[in-house]
């Protein structure tokens, strides 16, 4: 049997094979895992219209443990780990399937310090959720309370909004919503640093999150700025966690030279702590050279933004990210944070008075390509003797300059693959060939 949990929760197509029964079973394992010695339970959802069930089941599912749960609402999933590691609560859980297609929904448990739980942790809790129903809960007067807690999202708003007090600027910003939560105060808050923020994509109705619009599709944020003369745009993605930035002139900025820019700030200003920048496997070796060159060090871990968070507490770094958008300031919270990392950013560009392009050439990248390939046996690659032999022989086509990897992915039936070296026409070629041939020996 697969493992429920991927590198973000677990996730499947709500109601096809993610179904309430699996989340009332995972309310019960939470509250019997996570909330034994006391402490309630907070939940909060994105806008996909499959979010109230998923969180009426787990609710009902720890209430039925003993545990009292409080149902934050509609928020973005940084703001629900603010909440789980304020010290009021015992866990809490997110709804939400983050950057995935609408129709797809996602679980993910935080520990009482706003933090995914580990492997070990996440296997314990799988465990209990298949005998869910074997765990003994109370009688009437034992069963936890149910009650809705709308005015816990003030704190995180109040928190960020100081934050952008700090910050002034006059930069007309396209801030792309993906109709998902982060549209609940993300305006507000980059207003308030005195940007001229124009919104779009802030229409949610339960089945348009991240179609065609987000950080997972900014071509019409690109073509937002570039028409309407904007000095920079922000896509977050349906759960407000991740960011892509555009340029004012409708580039989208690499997510590796995103980090980057906020790397060499920091390191410049001594506020990059041990000068350890946190990446992962996927990272682009230019952003590696250029930190390094700047007195810095980086260090990778797996793909996954918990193994990002475990790799910066290890090596006692603040700043950690995926190219993918998500990036981690622990000045700011313990998860990836896209309104946090815009903020983040306009510090940045205030204080170098230059524009984004700017700041992001000093960080050139080697040609890098990646390819998702939608399998149906995403786990068994390394299995096919073909395939294997087809990676090798790419390897060393590329040279001691390149990097190949290939893995099967965390959060959808797909197969990763990025091929990086110093000749643009042969990784693209070499990138091609490996999914093509993927496609036909996985399905």
Known sequence: MARLFGTDGIRGIANVDLKPTLAYGLGRATAHALLGDGGSLVIGQDTRRSGGMFVAAIAAGAASLGADVELAGTLPTPALAFLAGSGDFGAGV???????????????????????????????????????????????????????????????????????????????????????????????????????VEVICNSPDGVNINVECGATAPAALARAVAERGADLGFA????????????????????DQLIGLIALDR??????????????????????????????????????????????????????????????????????????????????????NRSVDELAAEIPLFPQEQRAVRVRHKDQWEGDPILRRAIASARARLGAGGRILVRPSGTEPALRVMVEGPDAGLVAELANEIATLAGERLN
């Open 94 to 196: 997110m709804v939400s399937a983050s950057h995935n297609p609408a129709e797809d929904n996602g679980l993910k448990v935080l520990d009482a310090r706003g933090m995914k739980l580990d492997d070990d942790r996440e296997d314990a809790l799988e465990a209990l959720i298949w005998r869910a129903e074997e765990l003994v809960g109370p009688r009437n007067e034992g069963i936890g309370r149910v009650q809705a807690a709308p005015h816990l999202l003030e704190r995180y708003r109040a928190h960020r909004l100081g934050l952008a007090s700090t910050i002034q600027t006059d930069l007309r910003i396209v801030l792309d919503c993906a109709n998902g939560s982060g549209g609940v105060f993300a305006p507000e808050i980059l207003a308030a640093t005195g940007a001229r």
């Open 236 to 255: 977050l993605d349906g759960d407000a966690d991740r960011l892509v930035v555009v340029d004012r002139h409708g580039r989208v900025v690499d997510g």
């Open 267 to 352: 390191q410049r200003r001594g506020a990059l702590r041990n000068g350890v920048v946190v990446v992962t496997i996927l990272s682009n070796g230019g952003l590696e050279t250029a930190i390094e060159a700047a007195g810095g060090q980086v260090v990778r871990t797996p793909v996954g933004d918990k193994y990002i968070l475990e790799g910066m507490l290890v090596n006692d770094a603040s700043l950690g990210g995926e190219k993918s958008g998500h990036v981690i300031v622990l000045d700011h919270g313990s998860s990836g944070d896209g309104l946090a990392t815009g903020l983040e950013l306009l510090s940045v560009l205030a204080r170098a």
